[in-house]
């Protein structure tokens, strides 16, 4: 089948291209992000694969039908950014990865939590300029604290178990408990309590209607005072202006980001010779205990090759009418 790869980076086209041997298919490969405009890129092709900033909406939807398109296969894990309905009534079949490297995504919010803590990206500015004074980098033991995990599903049942190690208590919320958490003695307990139980919070959830901006004014008024918030998965999770005046005025005592509900415009680019016009990110910038980085928690060898093979897989599965392919139906949005 020939498949138009839009958002293609070079580790995307290796990591493809290497799974593609067992799969033969025509592999077109796009820089540009798929957009209204860019559609017609996928001209001639059966399938598109998208990433996670890529447009979905009914209007590109409607242009990739239009030109004999049959499989939209995403690389990623969420589809929020997909009109599920708008597919259906194309006859598109939205396939996914629904899990790549759990560990990938659960150890980079553990490395937040260690460098936000530590200051360690402060004090690596600070050695190389020649100033090694200590005041201003003093963090506390992990050991014995409380982290609340917000979800805990493949990504947040690894992190629990990496902060257990460490010595932590574990709080978590989820609609459906995991006996795999409650194993290691996790203790699932209703969302404010978490929230004010919690000297970590850290967000491994879903983004869904529901969970829209589920770290709102609110919820950060039921935390105690210095929390460290941190989200590896969706940006719209978390209220970003609601963030910014918790910052200000101490609630939340540090910021780990991987992910902003804004990203689209700003992430999985080289913007360095540019002026960022997102007024709301930069000012995070400004802030000595925001740590921000640029999607990149799912950034791993085992993770991409994860993903390169299981995307390919489901496009032969639907090619040749077998079962296997993670396909998404509009049940996961009504």
């Not at 820089?31 to 996928?42: D, G, H, I, K, N």
């Not at 917000?150 to 459906?176: K, N, Q, S």
């Not at 978390?238 to 540090?254: C, F, P, Q, W, Y």
Request: with cysteine.
């Amino acid at each position: 089948m020939r498949i138009a790869v839009f958002s293609t980076k070079p580790y995307d086209e290796h990591y493809l291209s290497s799974a593609n041997a067992d799969h033969g298919h025509d592999l077109v490969f796009l820089e540009p992000r798929l957009v209204a405009r860019t559609v017609a890129l996928a001209e001639g092709s059966e399938a598109v694969c998208a990433f996670v900033n890529d447009v979905l909406d009914r209007e590109v939807l409607t242009g990739l039908a239009e030109r004999g398109i049959r499989v939209v296969a995403l690389r990623s894990a969420g589809f929020n950014h997909v009109d599920l309905h708008a597919a259906a009534d194309l006859a598109l079949t939205v396939v996914r990865v629904p899990a790549y490297s759990p560990h990938a995504v659960a150890e980079h919010a553990a490395g937040l939590i260690l460098a936000l803590n530590r200051k360690i990206h402060r004090a690596y500015m600070r050695v190389r300029e020649g100033n090694f004074a200590l005041t201003g980098l003093l963090g506390f033991d992990l050991h014995g604290k409380t982290v609340g995990v917000v979800g805990t599903g493949a990504i947040g049942t690894v992190f629990a178990r990496i902060m257990t190690g460490f010595g932590c208590r574990i709080l978590a919320h989820d609609p459906h408990p995991k006996a795999a958490c409650a194993d290691i003695g996790v203790t699932y307990v209703p969302l404010p309590e978490l929230f004010a139980s919690s000297v970590i919070v850290a967000l491994h959830c879903p983004m869904t209607p529901e969970t829209h901006h589920i770290i709102d004014g609110e919820a950060l008024a039921q935390m105690r005072d210095g929390v460290m918030l941190i989200n590896t998965s969706r940006g719209a999770l978390v209220d970003t202006a609601a963030a910014i005046e918790a910052l200000k005025s101490g609630r939340i005592g540090a910021l780990g980001l991987d992910v902003y509900e804004e990203e689209q415009h700003l992430f999985f680019e080289d913007l360095s010779d540019r002026v960022i016009t997102d007024d709301v990110f930069s000012r995070l910038l400004t802030f000595p205990n925001v740590l921000i980085t640029g999607h990149q928690a799912f950034f791993t060898t085992e993770a991409l090759e994860h993903i390169a093979h299981t995307t390919l897989a489901n496009v032969t599965a639907i090619e040749r009418g077998e079962e296997g392919a993670h396909i998404i139906s509009t049940e996961r949005v009504d």
